[in-house]
């Protein structure tokens, strides 16, 4: 398989179940957000901050462009944000197996409350915000994926387990 990718909504799992799943079948793991905080020497509250939400989707757009050629045997993790554009949607199936990892809003909710690092969650209005942004993303991440797992209520090793057996119908 050419590459794994994991998307969803931010606290859904993607970077911890992406990491266990890189190391269990001995491949790269790149998390996109990383990437571009690396990329841009800035964290993504201060790209938002400072150069605006549209200039950080075009650094996403960018660095999907680009993988495309220099990405192979990776499972990539990516920004909750980046299967909203249709451009971006494309990109992901044409990197490999796109699997949407999903959660409840009240998973979500446990999992970002206390983190300050997610600039589309910033300034009060938790509940509303997550709520909202899940309503609005759930169609972009269904087109985009080709497997669906839901996170909710499961270990880690419990979800590996079921991308396991579906990354197996996929092929």
Same mark, same amino acid.
Request: aromatic fraction near 6%.
């Given at each position: 398989m050419k590459n794994i990718i994991l998307i969803g909504f931010m606290g859904a799992g993607k970077t911890t179940v992406g990491r266990f799943l890189a190391w269990e079948k001995k491949m790269k793991f790149v998390d996109t957000d990383e990437r571009i905080v690396l990329e841009q020497g800035m964290e993504? @509250?201060?790209i938002f901050a400072q150069k605006g939400e549209g200039f950080f989707r075009d650094l996403e757009t960018e660095l999907l462009t680009r993988m495309q050629e220099d990405t192979c045997d990776a499972v990539i993790s990516v920004g909750g944000g980046m @299967?909203? #554009?249709?451009?971006n949607r494309a990109l992901?199936?044409?990197l490999g197996c796109v699997i949407y990892l999903s959660a409840s809003k009240q998973t979500i909710l446990e999992?970002?409350?206390n983190d300050g690092s997610r600039p589309m969650?910033? %300034? %009060? %209005?938790? +509940? +509303?915000?997550? +709520? #909202?942004?899940? #309503? +609005?993303r759930e169609?972009?991440?269904?087109?985009a994926a080709h497997i669906d797992v839901t996170t909710d209520g499961r270990s880690v090793r419990q979800v590996l387990k079921i991308i396991e057996q579906e990354t197996r119908r996929f092929r």
């Open positions: 993504i @509250p201060d @299967p909203v #554009r249709k451009q992901l199936r044409s999992r970002v409350r969650l910033a %300034g %009060g %209005g938790l +509940e +509303e915000k997550v +709520e #909202r942004l899940m #309503r +609005e169609g972009f991440y269904r087109r």
